[in-house]
């Protein structure tokens, strides 16, 4: 009985460990719609975000945060923060832009800094 409740302790705490593990956002996401690009790239707690399209080429830099299941982008502008956005973590390869419901998606860049564009899906996410 003794070794049950040993091994049950055990199983539970490395599910809660596992299950409460921090995500790793590190690397670049991808996703375009409306004739507009969109590039992510996380590292080292900074962000920079670069747009080409429709509505013209532009760059957002910025700080960023994990909190649980979501992604808290501050964006930075003049050494003051300017806007805050919200992103839901899919898993380990995808964002969800918790305003447009659209998807950016996990890829890695060429040599030359070029990506392959991933065409964003619109989620259905219950609010």
């Keep these: 009985m003794n070794v049950t409740k040993n091994t049950l302790t055990i199983a539970l705490f490395v599910l809660f460990i596992s299950a409460n593990k921090p995500v790793n956002i590190q690397g670049c996401y991808s996703g375009g ?15 920079k975000l ?9 760059n957002v830099k910025g700080f960023y945060e994990v909190v649980a299941d979501t992604l808290v982008l501050f964006k930075v502008e003049n050494r003051r ?13 995808c964002i969800i832009d918790l305003r447009t419901y659209r998807d950016f998606c ?11 564009e991933h065409s964003s899906r619109k989620r259905k996410i219950k609010k």
């Design 81 to 93: 923060v300017r806007g805050r956005e919200k992103m839901l973590i899919d898993g380990d390869s």
């Design 106 to 116: 996990k890829i890695e860049l060429d040599q030359d800094s070029t990506f392959t």
């Design 50 to 58: 670069s747009v080409v399209g429709h509505g013209g080429p532009y």
């Design 33 to 47: 719609y409306f004739d507009t690009s969109y590039l992510y790239q996380f590292i080292d707690g900074e962000f």
